[in-house]
């Protein structure tokens, strides 16, 4: 099986709406045309894979996005031999096919990942821009249109979790938060189809929860979570049940704490 599987591998032509909220699609721009890596950080749901897969479609580029996890380790980005028809034979990872073929290898939360990770995209992060597969003896140069780019949430970073500084300061970085109110207004409209006005609301209210971030709640509601209830609400669940299971429920177990979240929705829906 190949090792592409485990990843989500785009080339479709489309563009992925993306509203910018200030330089970053220029600053895309100039690290691919210079063969820079970027970084890209800022809490869960803000709009940063999202950007990933606008700027990849713009430029025309595939994308591979591998999702990081605590098991994911360097073999599953290079590869593996595999046995095939009773034979073994080499299967590319994502990080592998994304150098022999050009694009984009985008690992999102990479800070979950195993620490042989960061070893291995070490030599592609500055100018020598090659990949050492041991297993099978080559060494792999980067084409002009390869671009590597990673990203996690600092808001999760531990003394276990966390990117070293020698591992960051091989990168360009972009910090992205939660959009302007009257942006995100926007990007929620245009990806529910609901109305601006009642968007709006919607991003009153999660300004409210937001600032409970570090209190009650460990994170704050996300552009993804607006976005899922404005889309229930235009499919036609009343609001109050969408604001429940897209913006209540999610975020927080603690009985408690969801009714002082509903008192929040109460006061701005009244």
């Not at 509203?19 to 809490?43: M, R, S, T």
């Not at 979570?225 to 975020?251: F, S």
Request: proline content about 6%; overall charge negative.
């Amino acid at each position: 099986m190949n090792m592409l599987t485990k990843t989500n591998q785009q080339t479709s032509p489309t563009l992925p709406f993306y509203q910018p909220v200030g330089d970053e699609c220029a600053i895309f721009e100039k690290a691919f045309k210079l063969k820079l890596p970027l970084l890209l950080k800022g809490p869960t749901g803000c709009g940063k894979t999202r950007f990933v897969s606008h700027m990849a479609a713009k430029l025309g580029l595939p994308l591979n996005t591998v999702s990081c996890h605590d098991d994911l380790a360097a073999a599953d980005l290079t590869g593996r031999y595999l046995l095939k028809g009773g034979e073994t034979v080499w299967a590319d990872g994502p990080l592998t096919h994304a150098v022999r073929n050009g694009g984009i290898c985008y690992l999102d939360e990479v800070v979950e990942a195993r620490k042989d990770v960061t070893v291995v995209i070490h030599p592609l992060t500055d100018d020598r821009r090659i990949l050492p597969l041991d297993r099978t003896g080559e060494i792999l140069d980067a084409p002009d249109d390869f671009m590597l780019i990673v990203s996690y949430n600092p808001g999760y970073q531990n003394i276990l979790k966390s990117l070293k500084p020698s591992t960051r300061q091989r990168f360009l970085a972009l910090e992205f938060d939660f959009p302007p109110p009257k942006t995100e207004t926007i990007i929620v409209s245009q990806e529910s189809g609901l109305d601006a006005e009642q968007c709006a609301q919607l991003v009153r209210l999660a300004a409210k929860l937001r600032a409970l971030k570090g209190q009650d709640l460990e994170e704050g509601v996300s552009t993804r979570l607006l976005v899922y209830c404005a889309t229930l609400i235009q499919d036609g669940v009343a609001t109050e049940r969408a604001v429940e299971v897209a913006l209540i429920e999610p975020l927080a177990d603690d009985a408690d704490i969801k009714a002082g979240l509903r008192d929040i929705v109460q006061a701005i829906y009244g």
